[in-house]
């Protein structure tokens, strides 16, 4: 690890280490971040705009406060009171160890939850895809599967297509840097879907890897005299 980008990777700077150097050094200062952060004193880091809600730049606090303590209703106002708590909304629901705990994918087919597809026509049906795309990791965690039927059972083609990846397997330049930024798949993961934590890790990387599969090499390693 590069002892200047450990550096300025603590607090503030992390954004500023963003803007001016390429991906790849962002990559490395990420994680150390994130190390901080779980660490034994979890302290609230300063990133700006970027992705706020990412659980894993925060300590956990009440998963499900009740409207009038969730900081996004008006206690003052009476309504928000008549709203039914998500910790009585949620009672016998399907868990996971993460987000607001709720396991929604599974919410959805037991028929827990029948969402509107339309803002106005309550008939229509969502168009569902059954669609798996495999994205090959150059690391050694398993490979990251993208299920386009999870997803297309509530959202439609254009939330992603073409703004935030465009439709042909390969063509979007995904990493985990970028998702912890609220960009690519942190566009909606860490914010109105499953977050990234160290439980929800083989959600998204769920195929493991082929038995004879190796590290690459890089090409300073091939080409190095002495290997
Ligand atoms: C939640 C985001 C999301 C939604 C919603 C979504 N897709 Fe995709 N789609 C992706 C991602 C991610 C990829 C993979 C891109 C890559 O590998 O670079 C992809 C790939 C594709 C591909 C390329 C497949 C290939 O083999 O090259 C097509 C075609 C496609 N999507 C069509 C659709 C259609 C049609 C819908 C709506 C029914 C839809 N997508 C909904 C995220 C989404
Ligand atoms: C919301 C889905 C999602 C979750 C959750 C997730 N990943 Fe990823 N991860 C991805 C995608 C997509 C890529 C890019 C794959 C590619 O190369 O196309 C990736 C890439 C990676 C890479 C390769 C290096 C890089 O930064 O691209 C590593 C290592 C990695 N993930 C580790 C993890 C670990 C550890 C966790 C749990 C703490 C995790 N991921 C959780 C989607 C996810
Ligand atoms: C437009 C918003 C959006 C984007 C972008 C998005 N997702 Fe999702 N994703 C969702 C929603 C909503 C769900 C269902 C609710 C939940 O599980 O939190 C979901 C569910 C999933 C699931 C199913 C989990 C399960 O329990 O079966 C996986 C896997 C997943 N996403 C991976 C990804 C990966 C990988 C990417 C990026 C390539 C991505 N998503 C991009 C919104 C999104």
Not at 58 to 87: S, V
Not at 186 to 205: A, E
Request: with cysteine; aromatic share 6%; charged share 20%.
């Amino acid at each position: 690890m590069n002892k200047t980008i450990r550096k300025v990777a603590g607090g503030a700077g992390l954004l500023a280490v963003s803007l001016a150097l390429p991906m790849a050094a962002v990559a490395q200062a990420v994680p150390v971040t994130s190390a901080e952060v779980t660490g034994s004193t979890p302290t609230k880091m300063n990133v700006s705009n970027a992705n706020v809600f990412n659980r894993l730049l925060k300590k956990e606090t009440d998963p499900n406060p009740d409207p009038w303590e969730d900081g996004y209703h008006d206690p003052e106002n009476e309504a928000t009171h008549a709203l039914q708590p998500p910790k009585v909304a949620y009672e016998g629901w399907p868990r996971t160890p993460f987000g607001n705990h709720v396991d929604w994918v599974k919410a959805l087919n037991d028929g827990l939850i029948n969402p509107r597809y339309d803002r106005v026509d309550p008939t229509v049906e969502p168009l569902v895809m059954d669609l798996d795309i495999v994205r090959p990791v150059r690391a050694s965690v398993p490979d990251v599967v993208f299920p386009h039927k999870p997803h297309t059972e509530w959202l439609h083609c254009s939330n992603c297509h073409p703004k935030i990846f465009i439709p042909q397997k390969g063509a979007n330049q995904i990493n985990m840097s970028a998702i912890l930024l609220g960009k690519k798949c942190g566009v909606c993961h860490g914010k109105v879907s499953f977050p990234v934590t160290t439980k929800s890790c083989k959600l998204c990387h769920s195929k493991p890897k082929p038995e004879d599969w190796e590290p690459p090499v890089s090409e300073a390693s091939l080409k190095n005299p002495w290997r």
